[in-house]
């Protein structure tokens, strides 16, 4: 996939999950380096483990989502609906990790990893929300079937 030809809505979502891989590679980096990795307890190893698999997950079934094609008016009611709902799950997913990386002070490679994810989730959130936009200005009360 070459980033130049997709659509700006693609690319800013594009972005915003190579942050978010960025800040889980960080992350590892930091444990590893600190030799945190199995000192800190199965808990916190399969926490880290787990938002890499997430993203990772996330990031394919946004690939998958965006193969679609609506066939009419009522598909890309649907799909507009989706692309919504992903943005405010990244929404509200951001403003969780500006509030989490609100109380550091200064940023530096421990807490760099929470500010990288919030962008990620912001820059996401926006292009899923262009997306939306660029399908269909959707109606709430439309009946979709």
Known sequence: MILSKLPISSRWIFIGFALLALSSVITFYNLVSESYLSQSGFNNDAQLVLATISALLAAGGWWFLCQLGAKDSAQKSLLAKAYVLLGLQFSA???????????VIFINRFSAPYWITALGFGVG???FFLTSYALNKFDLTAMDS
């Open 125 to 127: 959130a926006i292009g």
């Open 93 to 103: 997913s951001c403003i969780g990790q500006l509030l989490r990386a609100g109380s």
